[in-house]
């Protein structure tokens, strides 16, 4: 089953403004990540983020993970056409050695 | 350096048939992860292998099974199809000995109709 849950379902914005997206995660973690999946196709790793950190930034995108709420979020700023895509949360549990994926967001960027 | 592949891309089936698919991992990835994609379940975990032994399993029927080959290429299975097989199977490779929990590498995965 699901470990995490994304919120909104789907989010439609215009090419320029910044894109929020919230995962929220039911046990201890040992680490969040974030993954991109253009429609049909392969995942690709956008970012990681350990239990023990609080906030990361790669390039456009900064993650921030509230371990007390269970919770993390993904800003994408200055959002371009190409980034259109569903975007995914995935936790490891503690003492697991797996991926648990969240619902996704589908993100549509409109030029 | 060559990403991860997965043969085939798409395939149909009938129910019944019984279906295998192949990954090659990234050139040195020890860790192979399967994992299946439905619009209804979503990403659910199958096993992940770590030279030739299946290290973890989640929660799927008998009917799933894989393994791993000395090269780290893998294989799964899937027998007895049934119509909610249908899927996008994704495999991923990762770099960290023995675990599936860092980055994953993710193949274009296959997609399977099942009839």
């Known amino acids: 089953s699901q470990q995490g849950e994304e919120d909104p379902q789907a989010l439609s914005i215009q090419e320029g403004e910044n894109a929020t997206m919230n995962c929220s995660y039911k046990t201890s973690i040992n680490n969040l990540q974030w993954y991109r999946q253009n429609s049909g196709r392969g995942l690709v790793h956008l970012i990681l983020i350990r239990s023990n950190e609080r906030e990361k930034h790669s390039g456009r995108l900064r993650v921030t993970l509230d371990t007390s709420k269970k919770s993390s979020s993904l800003l994408i700023t200055a959002s371009r056409a190409a980034d259109t895509a569903s975007y995914f949360c995935a936790t490891v549990q503690t003492g697991a050695n797996n991926l648990f994926f969240g619902t996704g967001t589908r993100l549509t960027v409109i030029p | ?115």
């Open chain 2, 1 to 115: 350096k060559a990403g991860v592949t997965q043969t085939p891309r798409y395939l149909i089936k009938t129910r019944g048939q019984q279906v295998t698919l192949s990954c090659s991992p990234i050139s040195g990835h020890r860790s192979v992860s399967w994992y299946q994609q439905t619009p209804g379940q979503g990403l659910q975990f199958l096993f992940e292998y770590f030279s030739e032994t299946q290290r973890n399993k989640g929660n799927f029927p008998g009917r799933f099974s894989g393994r791993q080959f000395s090269n780290s290429r893998s294989e799964m299975n899937v027998s007895t199809l049934e119509l909610g097989d249908s899927a996008l199977y994704l495999c991923a490779s990762s770099g960290l000995a023995g675990r599936g929990t860092g980055e994953l590498f993710f193949g274009e995965g296959s997609r399977l109709t099942v009839l």
